[in-house]
């Protein structure tokens, strides 16, 4: 018998885990993971730039680097992402991280003590609701409509649980691809700076925009310094390369950076300098285009099939990017239940709604629908099998 801390028991087990061990199944087709397509990744440009960055560099690209990552990119971060989108940041501003999971860790880790109550939005990502869990906080639901987080109930209860931190994923939210507009980033800005808390701004998806305009970050609202701003490069070049973004106050930065040097030093320097080198050559405009062409036929493909094939009282959201939507359904039917006999009878996957809720019955009837990373012929079948099951669950 091992001992293990007390604090890696508290995370979950997840059953959805050990159900899609079930999984290996070549003939099951899965809307439940959240890998981009394959097919999205700039093979070529990377192979060329690699090529190009060890001959130009030699020994010095496999060096050691430093902890706030490799200069050019966080230049070029700046120059290509951060500024265009109204947030006025300088280098010292910006930290590399060995994806945006380490900065969300680290920025947890650099706010809260155990025993400190965070806000989320009610359902939220539930690799952030581990980290949470694991680091003993108290994890305050905050309701929302389809419009993201109600200003009234966060209001309500930043004056009510007195939080370090509000952890939101504005854009695209993963699971329910639910955008917040302008207006309520500016007030959750302005809040944050009234009742003196963190907003952890998680934006791995606002650049894989499929339809609508892009909203301004809730960092370019920020007046009071009281924003972190995670982004990632791995929805939009690749997520194997491990690279995200974090801006934040300096002084901010700074800290995170002496989290970093004990958690591993520094990011890896060659996907950093991938990354730089693929902004710099002006190629990501182009790409995001081809990455929006191929998710928007998936997308289609889901929500057309959806409209013929699933129970007319079932109600989902229809977003216009990000990889996931989400889908209430009629009727109290568990969906951790219809995964199982929907893998073991109709061979498709997805993430049921419970894990992704602090209370597990408020997402009890709901599932994350994925619609990246299959194909829209496989994405039809799947929802066709999954409508038979629901029509037989409803009959
Ligand atoms: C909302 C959200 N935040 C963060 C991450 C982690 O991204 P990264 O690959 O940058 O660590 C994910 C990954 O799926 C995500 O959905």
């Not at 619609?371 to 799947?382: C, E, M, R, V, W």
């Amino acid at each position: 018998m091992h001992h293990f801390t007390e604090r890696s028991e508290r995370i979950p087990v997840n059953v959805i885990r050990e159900l899609f061990k079930l999984m290996a199944d070549p003939d099951i087709i899965s809307l439940g993971g959240g890998n981009p397509a394959k097919e999205s990744f700039p093979l070529e440009e990377v192979r060329q730039i690699t090529d190009y960055l060890l001959c130009v560099h030699g020994a010095d690209i496999l060096q050691y680097g430093v902890t706030p990552g490799y200069l050019p990119l966080r230049q070029a971060y700046l120059e290509h992402l951060a500024r265009p989108k109204g947030v006025q940041a300088e280098v010292a501003n910006t930290i590399i991280f060995t994806g945006s999971t380490q900065g969300i860790s680290l920025t947890l880790e650099l706010f809260c003590n155990e025993g400190d109550t965070v806000l989320v939005e009610n359902p939220t990502f539930l690799g952030t609701l581990n980290v949470m869990y694991k680091m003993g906080l108290r994890v305050v639901p905050v309701e929302t409509d389809a419009q993201g987080i109600c200003i009234d109930d966060l209001e309500e209860k930043v004056r009510r649980e007195r939080p370090r931190l509000l952890y939101t994923i504005p854009t695209f939210q993963n699971p329910t691809g639910r955008t917040i507009p302008a207006e309520r980033r500016q007030r959750i800005a302005e809040l944050a700076a009234k009742y003196d808390f963190i907003v952890l701004e998680d934006d791995p998806y606002g650049d894989v925009r499929l339809a609508g305009e892009p909203v301004p970050p809730i960092k370019s609202f920020d007046t009071a310094g009281n924003v972190v701003m995670m982004n990632s490069f791995s929805k939009i070049i690749s997520p194997g390369l491990r690279v995200g973004v974090g801006v934040a106050e300096a002084d901010i930065a700074a800290k995170l950076e002496a989290l970093k040097q004990g958690a591993d030093t520094h990011t890896a320097l060659l996907p950093q300098a991938i990354c730089a080198e693929f902004l710099d050559r002006g190629l990501l405009p182009a790409h995001l285009q081809r990455i929006a062409a191929i998710y928007r036929e998936r997308l289609d493909a889901m929500l057309a099939a959806m409209a013929k094939h699933f129970p007319a009282d079932c109600r989902y959201t229809v977003p216009e990017g990000g990889l996931f939507l989400w889908v209430e359904l009629a009727g109290d039917i568990d969906a951790t239940r219809l995964l199982e006999r929907a893998v073991a009878e109709e061979k498709v996957a997805f993430v049921p709604g419970a894990p992704f809720c602090v209370h597990a019955e408020d997402g009890r009837s709901c599932m994350r629908l994925n619609f990246s990373n299959s194909g829209p012929k496989q994405i039809t079948t799947a929802i066709e099998r999954l409508g038979r099951l629901l029509q037989s669950e409803t009959k």
